[in-house]
Structures are given as structure tokens and as C-alpha cells.
DNA sequence: ACCTGAACACCGTTCAAGT
DNA sequence: ACCTGAACACCGTTCAAGT
């Protein structure tokens, strides 16, 4: 909360990062739609005017958190990925684990990465990267048979889709009577990645 | 955007209905970030305090439209359910089309709707109702014969996250590389369904 | 019962001025 | 180059007062 200023000086060495920890703390706090800019320069110990010179405005700010949000869900799978054993079925959960646990451990994270924001395809973030790898996974299971038909960007876009339904499911309490099965989130989403990929054997 | 008010009077018929239609169409435009109660009031004709004699503050407007995005939703589903002609595939195919129909259609209601809110478990609102069709419909197709293992609460569980992924991620635009297979959200998520339902079939 | 008008603290953003 | 201070329009919310 208070900051540390040697007398005179300004600032500490990066007040642009130091925004952008206040504002990832706020959103845990208040959400996307509860956070407020002036308030995170408050936090970073700056005059409420001081970060426009490293954001152009507020959303950048959510921008640049989304940024980062995708590039640690990136990490998190690829080290997944990168301790796999040639067991299909062992690498994919691995995936999902990662993946649900990156959502359930960051929440404000996975919020700002897939909630509504400026942030589109052709910006340069590592949105499509994360995609990449679960859809490279899935191309060595084609290519070792141990997937039935389908082109592996399509299984990719139907996994990618079902592990966000699920995380976000859970994270904003829309499951309904789901929520009584007893299982975990993690549980529910091997599960069902499990499925959508046993029915490529079986899609006459 | 202007209101007819005859003279004296304070205002039409139904504020809180008029908000409300003012607060959605404000959603449709700016998100439920940029929503702001005082514009809402502002478009409906009345001043900034009126407002809150017909809701707490300005999360309750939202929840309230999210009452209402499941009424609508729960409707759609009923539909789609009751025009059941005993095709277990074509009855699950007509429900995942409405589902996609009604968050691609009504994107606004669909965000507020499944969105972070105030709206849990035990507030009375169709979201449960709405699941419970769908897990009404799978479990006939249990019964029938037309799926193999599982509950029924658990592959609805399944379906709903399912579809709740390709929907939100089509309407914020994070389907990554899965947006150049050429298929439409429709196409993917029938597809998705399909081939996790048919998994249920070779869950060894 | 339902709404207005004025008020308050706060927010996003701009800009001249300071170091 | 980076930040402050003051300013402006706007927002959420409250409350006394009007009909």
C-alpha cells in the first residue's frame, strides 16, 4: 500500500510495472468493472495523473495485464507440454491440469486474458501461442493414431473451448446443478476433454 | 433517446422497465464496463436519483438484466426442446443451435448474463432451469440408448461448458487460430456436442 | 408513492508547470 | 524524461424537498 520515497525523488525504478501489480491486485479485489485507475496509482504511491505516461488510458492498462496474463498461461502450458512421456492420454491431461490450474490460481488473470478488451487477434500477444501448443499435442496424437478423424485445429478449437467453458463456468458460479456432482473442476475437465477426444474414434 | 413526457407528469408507465431497456441497449454499446447508471436514467427521461427507487445501486440494474438474459435464455431452450421429434441427435443439435442462436443474437444479455455478478446459486433465476433442459434432453438419450456411460448431470455439465466456450470465446474474439477453420460458431459447437456426446460411447 | 435538485466524494483525462 | 497540481466533465449515491 504506501510507498517507500526517497525525498524528492519520484519514483522507485518502475512505475509502470508497479501500476500495472496495483491494478492486477484491484482487479483480484473488485473485479474488471470495480477497478479504478486513480486508484491504482494511489497504491503505486503516484499522483493520479502520472500514468498516462506509460498507458494511454485505462483499458491499456487491462490491455497490458491481458497481455501478461496470456503470456503466463503460455509458460505454464509449455511446461506441460515439455515434460511429455509419448503417452497421449497422460500428455493431454497434463495440458488440461495446467491450464485449469493457471485459471483457478489467477483468476483476475484468466478474467482480464478472456473477458471482453481490445485486445485482438493480430496484436501480439501469446493467446495464439497457448492455442499452438494444445493444438500441436493434439497433431502428435493424430499422427500416432491415437485419435480418430478430425483436423487438429478443429479438435484444438473444441478443446480450447470446452476448458475455457469449464473454467470460466466455475470461476463466475454458472455451473447450476453441475456444481453438485462432487467432482472438481480440474476432475470435470480431464473428464471431459477425455470424451470430446474418445469421440474422434467414434464420429460416424 | 428522448422521452415524450406530457407535461406535469413524471413519467410513463414503467421506469424500471425503461431503465432497464435503456441499461441493456447501453451494454450492447459499451460493454459492461462502460455501462453508467446515470446515462441509463438520462436516456429514460428521468434524473440521476430516480433510479434508486426501483434498484439498490447499479450492480442491481445488471442483475436484474441477467434475471431477465435467463428468462430469455431458459425460453429459447424450451423451444428448441419442446419441438422434440424423438431424433436424440437432431433434439441435441436444435438445443445447441438455440443456445448459440440466443448468446450470438442477444450478445449483450449473454455477457451480463454469464458474466461476473452478484446473481449465485439459490437467487431464483432460470440459469438452473435452463441447464436442467439440457439435462433433461440427455437423459432421455440415456434412457433411449442413444449414449453410453456417464450421468446425466455430469454430461450436461459437459455440454453446457462446451457451449458456453465457443460462445464467449466467438464474442470476444479469442478462438485464436480455431477462427480460420471456415466453420461458423454454429457448425463448431454442433460438431463439439456431437463429438463428445459420441465419446460416452468408447470411454474405456 | 415517485421523482427532482442539490450536494459530496470519486473517477478518467488533460495540461501547464516543476525537477 | 517523468511527475505534480489544478482543472473539467462525469459518475455513483444520498437526502431533503416537491407533487
Redesign the pocket.
Known amino acids: 500500500m504506501s510507498v517507500e520515497r526517497a525525498r524528492g525523488q519520484?519514483?522507485h525504478g518502475d512505475?509502470r510495472q508497479a501500476l500495472l501489480n496495483a491494478s492486477l491486485e484491484l482487479v483480484q479485489e473488485k473485479g474488471t468493472r470495480g477497478?479504478?485507475?486513480?486508484?491504482a496509482a494511489r497504491r503505486a504511491g503516484?499522483?493520479?495523473?502520472?500514468p498516462?505516461?506509460?498507458f494511454a488510458?485505462?483499458e491499456a492498462v487491462l490491455d497490458a495485464l491481458a497481455h501478461d496474463a496470456f503470456g503466463r498461461l503460455h509458460e505454464v502450458l509449455e511446461e506441460a507440454s515439455s515434460a511429455a512421456t509419448g503417452d497421449f492420454d497422460a500428455e493431454m491431461a497434463a495440458l488440461v491440469r495446467a491450464y485449469v490450474g493457471f485459471a483457478l490460481e489467477s483468476p483476475a488473470r484468466y478474467e482480464v486474458a478472456f473477458g471482453p478488451s481490445r485486445l485482438r487477434k493480430g496484436d501480439d500477444f501469446q493467446g495464439p501461442a497457448a492455442f499452438g501448443l494444445l493444438e500441436a499435442a493434439i497433431e502428435r496424437g493424430l499422427r500416432a493414431g491415437d485419435l480418430g478423424d478430425g483436423t487438429a485445429r478443429q479438435l484444438a478449437g473444441s478443446t480450447w473451448s470446452l476448458l475455457h467453458g469449464v473454467c470460466e463456468l466455475t470461476l463466475n458460479g454458472r455451473l447450476g446443478p453441475a456444481t453438485e456432482t462432487g467432482e472438481t473442476a480440474e476432475e470435470m475437465a480431464v473428464r471431459s476433454v477425455r470424451l470430446l477426444l474418445a469421440g474422434t474414434h467414434k464420429s460416424a
Open positions: 519520484y519514483h512505475l477497478f479504478s485507475l486513480n486508484e503516484v499522483s493520479s495523473a502520472a498516462y505516461r506509460h488510458d485505462k
